[in-house]
Structure formats: C-alpha cells, structure tokens
C-alpha cells in the first residue's frame, strides 16, 4: 500500500485523536513510539507501529523507510527545536514528499517564546526545501478540563487572562484537519490556523459551565506573578512556567481571539463548541 504516513506524538491528545481518525480510514499508518508497550496499544487498534526515539537520530532511518508524508508533534521541552530538528533532518534524506508541523496559532518572529519556537522549526523545514503544511491550532478544550476538580468541589476555576478572548478549539478538529491534510490534496505550502466557532472570555467560559452543569460557575482572576508562584508551587520546571506566562501574556493581549473557518473549510464539517465540550464532559465536572 503506498502513500505510508509516519504519525510521531501518537499517544499524546492530539497525536491519540489522529491515530483514531485515520483507522477508520484505509490509510497506511505507521506510529513512531518508544516504548514496546505503547506499540502494543497502537497495533492493537489496526495500525503499524515502530519503536524510535527522536533523541536517538540513528532510530529515524527504520521508522521512515517507506513513508511518503510525515506528522510532526512534539512535547513543548528546552530540546524540542533539536528533537523536531532531527526528524526533519531523517526526513530529508528519506525523500518524504510531504511533511505537517503541528505548530501554534500565531506562530512568528514576534510571538512569546512558546509561540516563537514553533515558529523557527516551521522555518527549518521550509529551508530543507520539503514540502509541508503548518497546523497552527489555538488553545485546546481539553485543557480546560484541569478545571474540573475546583469547579466539582467549589464552583469555581481560576486564571490570568482578564477579560480576554480566545477562540479555544477542540482537539478533536484539530486531529480531523490533521487527517484530512495527510490524507488530500492541495494542502501543501499553506499554513492553517486552526480554531474553534467562537472567542470566549473566562467569564464567557463560566457561563457556558453554569448552563450545561445546572449551577453557578464563577470565574477568579489571579494576578500573573499569582499564577506564576501557583505553577512553580505544583513542580513545574522554570523554562516552562515561564513559556506559560509569555503564553498568558500573549491570550491577554487579544492575540488569541481570532476566529477562523479552517475546520469547515478542511474537513467539511462544522467545528465543535465548547458548550458541546462541556456537555460531552459534563461528568468530570459535576
């Protein structure tokens, strides 16, 4: 079978949600992972899986013989423009006719840091000349729910984004425009930015929760060195947090607030709201 796609990130949110989409299709699907355990859990569902490691440039040969396209997901770590760079690298060589970067909404010289290290892997790949569409999605959904144990127990969920608006988007139809582009046509040199149907505000976002779930839901805005002094307190590394507070930074200016058509336009379908989210999720918040 031809047109074999190498899917990389393939147990993560969005790389799990593309790996059910494309089995239901008769595309020739191999998953890139590191473990014989998660290669079980892969084949399993009908597809091929290989083990690799993006740390391990000697792997990538094995994991892309064969493969004409290539999705490109990795973890946001201080190495990812090295990890990501190594498989560019493999995939140069391997003669791949068509690479998709999962990249971020915004995605420029300009952006905060988190943002900005998309941006110059996208620009890595453009400079080894292969062809290639960049996914720029906007906040997912799914992140929303670790909210879910404070609005459970208090009615309540917290945040530095003010009043701003962002158009989250479902991961769901970013994975259904990961698949379509892999698998179409006409896709390649063009950057899509990726959202959900409408730009809510946190206070929006309560509103939403207190509808579905039957109660009030309120939103407590924190001051960013709070929220800062919040994350470093849970474990999360230095490099990171402070990735998230540019990223914060970058939502409160309104640069998140966009609204686009990508979904339809793409896969045909309308994208989901986040009061469909809600619903779909409502047990973890009751």
Do not use: C
Not at 128 to 141: E, V
Not at 256 to 274: D, K, L, M, W
Request: proline content about 5%.
């Amino acid at each position: 079978m031809a047109n074999k796609i190498l899917i990389t990130g393939g147990t993560g949110t969005v790389g799990s949600f593309l790996l059910e989409k494309l089995a239901a299709t008769d595309a020739n699907v191999r998953a890139l992972v590191r473990s014989q355990g998660k290669a079980e859990r892969i084949e399993a569902s009908g597809l091929e899986a290989v083990i690799g490691d993006l740390d391990k440039p000697e792997t990538l040969p094995a994991a892309l013989d064969g493969v004409e396209k290539v999705f490109l997901l990795t973890s946001p770590t201080e190495r990812q423009a090295e990890l990501e760079g190594n498989v560019i690298a493999a995939a140069k060589n391997a003669g791949v006719s068509h690479l998709v970067k999962l990249s971020a909404i915004g995605a420029g010289p300009d952006a905060p840091p988190l943002i900005r290290d998309h941006y110059l892997i996208e620009q890595e790949i453009e400079s080894a000349g292969i062809p290639h569409t960049h996914l720029r999605p906007n906040g997912f959904m799914q992140n929303i729910l670790m909210t879910a144990p404070t609005i459970k127990e208090k009615g309540l969920f917290y945040g530095p984004l003010g009043e701003a608006k962002v158009s989250y988007v479902d991961a769901r139809d970013i994975a259904a425009v990961a698949a379509a582009v892999l698998t179409g046509d006409g896709h390649q040199g063009k950057a899509y930015e990726i959202t959900g149907p409408r730009s809510l505000s946190y206070k929006e976002v309560a509103q939403e929760f207190s509808s579905v779930l039957g109660k009030d839901v309120q939103y407590i805005d924190l001051p960013l060195d709070a929220m800062r002094s919040s994350m470093l307190g849970t474990g999360m590394s230095a490099w990171l947090t402070d990735r998230l507070i540019g990223l914060f930074e970058f939502y409160r200016d309104g640069r998140a607030a966009t609204v686009s058509n990508v979904v339809r336009e793409v896969t045909g379908q309308e994208p989901i709201t986040f009061r469909q989210f809600v619903r779909e999720h409502v047990e973890a918040f009751e």
